[in-house]
């Protein structure tokens, strides 16, 4: 009896959650070490670190779902700059107002993600190559409708000069801090969507078979798991995120840029696999990415505020991939 | 050196091993003489894999003493055992399909100078090799072209080439045809007069009496016995084996057989793009209320295409008319077939049937959740109730029921499986090959929960390789041969001999 209490007990020591953790403390306690004279302990340190994570941890979230499904969705970045443009768009060049903007946006981002998923489950292609083929898609249709210009507050008039519009109610609250200055509001929005995700995989059935679809496809498919129709949904889940990303990313910007999001699916998939979510499907969750997300943040924001050069934050932060990958995968021995 | 353990070819004793302070064997011994086949017999999760592991080099941290050919080894690695002339023949082959024979054989110990391979040397000795195990086949074929048989052959073959002296089978034949089998057992007997020990893994008992020289029996990790064949008649060995005695082994109750609960007609399965004959051709059958329906047939007769195909694997590939209860059914995908009643044990369960790194409460549920889940919101406490309740009927040995599947022995890992299916209230239960790699004692009670169900008006229909097996369990016995039905018995006429020329595409006058 004791043996197997101590069994549990080895195991819950080195769960995955605990080793994501691990990682994520360390970074921590290197801050509090070199707190660049204590401006690791000013909570405005935390919450511009929130604040410059939460656009890439809603691209994680939706990440986070595909990646449990044994997926992979390369068009996230992409999707970004799509609904960034269209954001814009929407609000500064048509003055359309902002629910209708942001409904508009949201289907963008749905569709993408859903065609990707029909792509893949209906004709069996690879999801690597399918939302390969939709990133670079949905990049060519951002600079169509952008015209390759970045859509900002100075709006070219008829005769070709330009001319400033005042900058839409809607992107100065979404990149506004709330709570007594104390929270901006895409970390909000960025929590929010962590929290609907965490109720789909833990609460409700489509998680499981994400779950379980991960796992072994053909065992689900086999108990009756609708696998297509859960892949779409995932896949434009994913899409929906990415759109919800893209609408913080242009508020921010106070722009919709074509270009927004470039390479951002990498970081997005960085961010999963430090929390230990499985590439290789069926394992994982979303407290993880969570994990992942605030690990890369403050390793980030202690190299920043210690003046490390980008050169230098990009290496350490490769080199932290590597680490927590290994702290994942000493667990089996 | 003692004189007397210079003739074993093989002596471990004191063995003990333990993970992280569970000790899994405890004071094992094994031995084995040149030119013998030495079954090493016992339930799942007695030791034996572990026992093996231990001597292929894979298990390091053991205590005890294993000697080789009289000379005490320490192996450190799975390269040392293979040097000192131990190979292991897995279960799953670790062939690679998309290279070809040769580069199999070699794969790892290539004969090379510097950089550049000698192709040529290599492709004359593989060929030796083969011709040496009676195969004939061109090493330069790809591996992915041959049956698993002639691949597990070829395994062989492989440590051959190597100069193997003890060879380890751990279930050759699970996945081989009744030829097949036949063809292993002629290269043991080779082996035997070339002065190789075999140690034999095995859970089917005719095998065991056709080959063994020698039987020894673990059971919990503890050493039970050793006895030549002869003189360890079977119920004995059962008795060894599960450790109390096991009055009937195959329990086929009275059958109360009702009306006709599956009626299945012309059912047709299409073949694949690589042989494109269909895998079912036109078969017709009915299955009664509480009724187990039989079908035999080799591998590759269509048998297990014909469940898959009405259970909507093959999605709408598969054609043909279906009633279950005398209404109309229409093949189109399981998701469908199990809410009409029908449920498929695969003959897989690692592949196919299990989610192995889900726990026993998910996989359990995973067939039936939308009752689990109205309104799409899991209800957790109503899973573990009813997973409590029916792995208790069960009787599934766990830790808990949030153990995960894959720590499960194999005789538990089908029972959860068996509570999946049994949790969507089937009608047919279609059970594809359900004893495969499963203790002895599990598979007495998969014959009695096979008879509840009977009894319960379940109608089954029973594919199994086991001869005995199909033959008391089965009222009706239908045989397969190339997709189509060769052969049908009643359980009184159906004798293994009438089914095996059947199934062969003999026709006979009778």
Known sequence: ?333 | MTASSSSFLLKMKNIHKSFSGVEVLNDVRFDLYPGEVHILAGENGAGKSTLIKILGGVYTDHLGSVEVNGREVNFKSVQQAFEAGISIIHQELSLIGELNVAENIFLGKEKSSYLWLKKSQMLDYSEQFLSKLGLDINPKDKMQDFSIGIQQVIEIGKALAFNAKIIVMDEPTSALTEPEVEKLFAIIEQLKQDNCGIIYITHKMEEIYRIADRITVLRDGKYIGTETAGKLPSEKLIQWMVGRELNQQFPRHIRSIGDVRLEAKNIFVPGTASSPAPRVDGVSFQVRAGQILGIAGLEGSGNSDLLNGIFGSFGSGAKGAIKIDGIEFKIDNPDKSIKRGLALLTNDRKKNGLVMNMNIVENVTLASLSGFSPGYWLRPKSERTNVAVTTRTLELKAESIFQCVDSLSGGNQQKVVMAKWMQTNPKIFLLDEPTRGVDIGAKHEIYELMNKWTQEGIAIILITSEMPELLAMSDRILVMHRGRIAAEFTSEQASQEKILSAALGERKTA
Request: include cysteine; charge should be positive; charged fraction near 15%.
């Open chain 1, 1 to 333: 009896m004791s043996k197997l209490m101590a069994n549990k007990k080895y195991s819950l020591l080195f769960s995955p959650t605990i080793r994501a953790l691990g990682a994520l403390i360390i970074v921590f306690l290197i801050g509090l070490i070199f707190n660049a004279d204590g401006a690791f302990y000013k909570w405005g340190t935390h919450r511009d670190m929130l604040r410059a994570v939460s656009v890439f941890g809603l691209l994680a979230c939706g990440m986070t779902l595909v990646i449990i499904t044994g997926g992979i969705d390369l068009s996230v970045g992409s999707i970004l700059g799509l609904t960034a443009v269209s954001f814009s768009l929407f609000c500064i060049h048509w003055s359309r107002p902002f629910y209708i903007a942001i409904i508009g946006c949201l289907l963008i981002g749905l569709v993408c993600g859903a065609l990707s998923g029909f792509i893949i489950s209906r004709f069996n292609i690879q999801p690597f190559i399918a939302t390969l083929a939709m990133m670079v898609f949905a990049r060519g249709l951002a600079k169509w409708v952008s015209g390759g210009q970045k859509i900002s507050t100075a709006v070219q008039q008829a005769d070709g000069t330009y001319e400033y519009v005042p900058v839409p109610d809607v992107f100065n609250f979404i990149n506004s801090k709330i709570l007594w200055n104390n929270i901006s509001v895409v970390t909000i929005i960025f929590l929010l969507c962590l929290l609907i995700c965490a109720v789909l995989l833990i609460k409700l059935r489509p998680g499981r078979y994400i779950y379980a679809i991960g796992g072994n496809e053909e065992a689900a498919r086999l108990s009756g798991v609708p696998v297509k129709r859960i892949k779409v949904l995932t896949y434009a889940l994913s899409g929906l995120f990415c759109a919800v990303a893209g609408i913080c990313q242009a508020c921010q910007e106070l722009q919709g840029d074509p270009e927004a999001g470039f390479t951002y699916e990498l970081s997005a998939i960085a961010m999963v696999v430090i929390g230990g979510t499985s590439l290789r499907g069926g394992r994982g969750g979303i407290w993880l990415t969570l994990v992942g997300v605030l690990t890369i943040g403050y390793l980030e924001k202690i190299l920043s505020i210690n003046a490390v050069g980008e050169d230098k934050r990009l290496m350490l932060t490769g080199a932290i991939i590597i680490a927590a990958v290994l702290l994942q995968k000493t667990r089996k021995s």
